[in-house]
């Protein structure tokens, strides 16, 4: 193996795929980024590493039950010197081998990162090989697939591998070589049915059948057949065995193809390691060419977006008077929010939040409110009450004169009915603005752990005063409204009059005996049981009537305008004045005066401090590689 094996291949993907790998070293698949990658999955004993090994020319771990215990990237690189040059990377550091000591040094680093016994790790393990004549290959060698734990392993050991192979497998931009052993049906293999679940018509999977020297029958109708669909062809190969030298096992291999009846049947694009090789690099060369504009995207997308999170987060406070400014600044903003939500009925804050168009909410809630006040309007036409309450209000005085007390005690019987009707709105809007007032004061102080429970206490403390206050105010007002009553809107006169003006055609129906009157805007009225009362009371009730009606008009408006102003009013100084006064109680009045919430602002809460760490990593990372991706753009710009 001294000659490269794909040199004029080599020399053009090479400074791709070294752009590749170092993506691959910042492991910026951390950051959601798929890289294109070689992936080797295998039963055990189907002699994966055997292939890596005749593909690198190097002595990997070998031994009964599981040897792989860690995902392997094999970076192999052609280089002229004539010794070759070793290294394994893990856990942050490079330590330099030889082809001697690679497989103690593969066991004592797998031995690092997944312990001493048998249990397996998805932290990779990188062994570089720089060595004359390999050919510039970038894979991953995986766990081989176990279905029945051996001793000392966990009992969970086939979901585990099968973890860490599907997610090596499953992206789109993974090649799925799958090494399938010669004396197997390969229907049956674990790594097959793997593989088809990602890669159904095996697009991207490349078959390797190892020990064609072991089974040589079929071996050439089993890969004509292809009962398994793989979509990139399959290679046989005989690897090394036993103390073989590398360039033994080739001469052999070569021979066994060319020579062995059966064998040599086999067309020569499908055999041999050096076909192998020549495919892979080739296949390598494709998908890299393919992905790298994606790759390039994605990380400037990802970079971008990770940068505008980091501006968006708070400062790191040091003092207590920047913890002061920055509390400042969170009071003052949540009032500027809450007066435009509020105040001003501006939404472009939180432009597809319903709950947030607050103005329109509270509109739709008044509206909803003044139907239901409407409903009680003009209510029963029957004058039973009035006549009731009109012989109830007698007494020594001129007759025909229209009794106030007949007409407040009509009055408060209406309020009464209608009295838990503004209440319940009152204390309705202002569970909804307490939602609303709470919501913004959260998302504030959203950094601020120790500022934001003291504003929940301050916001629950002022919601709890606000409707307090109001559920008293409307009480009041609907008292007022039921002991006493006084309109200077002319609208109720004229109604009255209006109404009135029926009068005599009321008293004509009565006299023919009708058995119902049309009153003009309200309604038809059964009168014929009206009959049996006396005739001056009759007048009168008719008289109660009207003068009711027009009224009952003013006192809903009354009961819609007054409830609009008060809210009105009372939101803005509750956003203005209240709030903030609240607020600054809560954390400097109630604790001694202490203002321990504006120290704990210097500490940062762990969970944005872990924030911070990681976008700034995934900056760094993200930036890294941009990098790498620009120098190979300005250097190799046709290739890609
Ligand atoms: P892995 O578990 O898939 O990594 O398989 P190994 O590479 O460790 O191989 C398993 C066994 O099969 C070892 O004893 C190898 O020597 C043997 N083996 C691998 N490839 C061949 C081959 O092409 N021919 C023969 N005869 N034996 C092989
Ligand atoms: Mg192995």
Redesign the pocket.
């Known amino acids: 193996m001294s000659e490269p094996f794909v040199s004029s291949v080599n020399d053009r993907i090479r400074p791709l795929l070294d752009a590749v790998d170092k993506l691959r070293q910042l492991q910026v698949m951390k950051e959601g980024i798929q890289l294109p990658t070689i992936v080797v999955v295998?039963?055990?004993?189907?002699?994966?590493?055997?292939?890596l090994?005749s593909l690198a020319g190097i002595s990997?771990p070998?031994?009964q039950g599981i040897?792989?215990r860690v995902p392997l990237i094999m970076r192999l690189q052609h280089h002229f010197a004539p010794e070759p040059e070793l290294s394994l990377e893990y856990s942050g550091k490079t330590v330099r081998t030889s082809e001697a000591e690679i497989a103690g040094a593969i066991t004592l680093a797998t031995e690092e990162i997944a312990g001493g016994g048998k249990g397996i790790s998805n932290t990779p393990l990188t062994l570089v090989v720089k060595k004359k004549g390999v050919p510039d290959l970038t894979m991953v060698d995986l766990p081989?697939i176990t279905r029945v734990p051996v001793h000392g392993q966990p009992e969970n050991i086939y979901e585990q591998i099968a973890g860490i192979i599907m997610e090596y497998i499953r992206p789109e931009e993974s090649i799925i070589l799958n090494?399938l052993s010669a004396t197997v049906d390969f229907t049956t293999c674990e790594s097959i049915r793997m593989s088809q679940k990602v890669d159904k018509n095996g697009a991207r999977t490349l078959a390797v059948v190892?020990?064609?020297?072991?089974a040589p029958e079929g071996l050439l109708e089993k890969v004509t057949a292809d009962d398994v669909n793989i979509g990139l062809g399959y290679v046989c190969?005989?690897?090394r065995?036993g103390d073989e030298s590398y360039k033994e096992a080739r001469k052999v291999e070569a021979d066994l193809f060319e020579t062995h009846p059966l064998l040599s049947r086999i067309d020569k694009s499908m055999v041999g390691i050096p076909v192998l090789a020549q495919k892979l690099v080739h296949i390598q060369a494709t998908i890299i060419a393919r992905c790298l504009p994606d790759i390039v995207r994605k990380i400037n997308e990802k970079l971008a977006a990770s940068s505008s999170e980091l501006k968006r987060m708070p400062e790191t406070l040091s003092t207590v008077g920047e913890a002061l400014t920055a509390f400042m600044g969170i009071v003052g903003s949540a009032k500027e929010s809450l007066n435009k939500i509020i105040v001003r009925g501006e939404y472009d804050e939180y432009p597809d939040d319903e709950k947030m168009h607050c103005a329109a909410r509270l509109v739709d809630m008044l509206e909803h409110y003044s139907r239901e006040l409407y409903k009680s309007f003009p209510g029963d036409l029957s004058m039973m009450t009035e006549i009731q309450v009109l012989k109830e209000a007698k007494k020594i005085e001129l007759p025909n004169f229209l009794p106030h007390t007949a007409f407040l005690a009509i009055l408060q019987k209406k309020i009464q009915k209608i009295s838990h009707i503004p209440v319940v709105f009152v204390i309705d809007v202002w569970n909804y603005i307490d939602d609303v007032i709470m919501f913004v004061l959260m998302h504030r102080s959203e950094n601020y752990h120790q500022l934001q429970q003291s504003n929940r206490r301050a916001g629950y403390n002022l919601m709890e005063k606000r409707k307090e206050r109001s559920r008293n105010w409307v009480t009041e007002i609907v008292q007022m409204e039921k002991l006493t009553d006084y309109a200077s809107d002319p609208a109720y006169l004229n109604d009255w009059k209006k109404l009135m003006a029926q009068q005599d055609e009321f008293m004509n129906a009565l006299e023919n005996n009708a058995t119902e009157f049309q009153i003009e805007g309200l309604g038809v009225v059964s009168i014929k049981d009206l009959k049996a009362y006396d005739m001056p009371l009759l007048p009168q009730a008719f008289d109660l009537k009207m003068r009711m009606t027009a009224y009952w008009k003013i006192v809903l408006r009354r009961l819609v305008d007054l409830m609009a102003l008060h809210l009105q009013f009372c939101a803005r100084n509750l956003v203005n004045k209240e709030m903030e006064e609240e607020i600054v109680k809560e954390l400097f009045g109630r604790n001694g005066g202490g203002g321990g919430a504006i120290e704990a602002m210097l500490e940062e809460s762990p969970a944005v401090a872990a924030k911070r760490e990681k976008l700034n990593g995934s900056i760094k990372i993200l930036s890294e590689s941009k990098k790498v991706l620009e120098n190979i753009m300005d250097t190799n710009a046709t290739n890609i």
């Open positions: 295998g039963d055990q004993s189907s002699g994966k590493s055997s292939v090994e990997l070998r031994g040897c792989t081989g090494v190892t020990k064609a020297d072991k190969v005989r690897n065995i």
